[in-house]
């Protein structure tokens, strides 16, 4: 159950190669001048190497790690060993593909490699995508809702400026008057001075991100 070789990509990913499978049928008809012997060590070969992938299946090496795409590579060490197996049995590549199994030569496991490892990036890319929005929404809701308290807070200070006005009136209308016959009989001497009103407003806020939930708020309490 331990693989031969787990290839370490970006992210914490991997990918599980088996490089077990025998070869000694293939060797046998390599070395063998009689043809007809010869062809029956290929037709082995060919079923060594269907018999491996099913082993390889049922072993589900992919389950033994959190971060892996769910099928394992068979490593043949070279096209030569492959081509004689996919002339005596067609099947073999669709076979292993349907049980989880991808028969790689050195040349097709550098690609295959790339391939999975450019999936993961772009899948990377895509949760990043969707982190962004969820925090981007989160932020904008945030800002609304700092908004209605900055619009609450200029409506405060207007009133607090309207109060005070009021307060700088009446004090004009009703005390100094009074306080300035005491002065005028000499039974004081220093002047008055009047507080000044004052002018400036609290700016409202105009933008439509930041008085969303004002305008919500005053059409809950209307």
């Not at 990918?15 to 060590?41: G, I, N």
């Not at 390889?56 to 068979?74: G, H, M």
């Not at 200070?157 to 016959?181: C, F, G, I, Q």
Request: hydrophobic letters at 40%.
């Amino acid at each position: 159950m331990r693989p031969d070789l787990v290839v370490r990509l970006a992210g914490d990913r991997c990918v599980v190669v088996d490089a077990k499978v025998t070869l000694a049928a293939y060797l046998e008809a390599a070395e063998s001048t009689d043809e007809t012997f010869r062809e029956e060590r290929l037709h082995a070969h060919a079923r060594h190497l269907r018999q491996h992938v099913d082993r390889l299946a049922e072993k589900a090496y992919w389950q033994q790690f959190p971060q892996t795409p769910e099928f394992v590579v068979l490593f043949v060490p070279g096209e030569a060993f492959l081509a004689p197996a996919l002339e005596r049995d067609p099947a073999l590549l669709e076979h292993a593909y349907a049980r989880r199994v991808h028969i790689a030569t050195p040349t097709t496991l550098v690609s295959l490699l790339r391939a999975v490892a450019y999936a993961w990036q772009q899948q990377s890319l895509t949760d990043n995508a969707q982190e962004v929005f969820r925090a981007g929404k989160e932020l904008y809701s945030r800002l609304s809702t700092l908004g209605s308290h900055v619009d609450k807070l200029g409506r405060s200070l207007n009133t607090t400026v309207t109060d005070y006005n009021k307060t700088v009136a009446s004090m004009e209308r009703t005390l100094l008057p009074s306080a300035r016959r005491i002065a005028d009989l000499g039974a004081a001497q220093e002047e008055l001075c009047a507080p000044r009103s004052v002018d400036a407003v609290a700016s409202r806020l105009v933008a439509p991100e930041l008085t969303l939930v004002t305008v919500q708020d005053e059409r809950r309490t209307s």
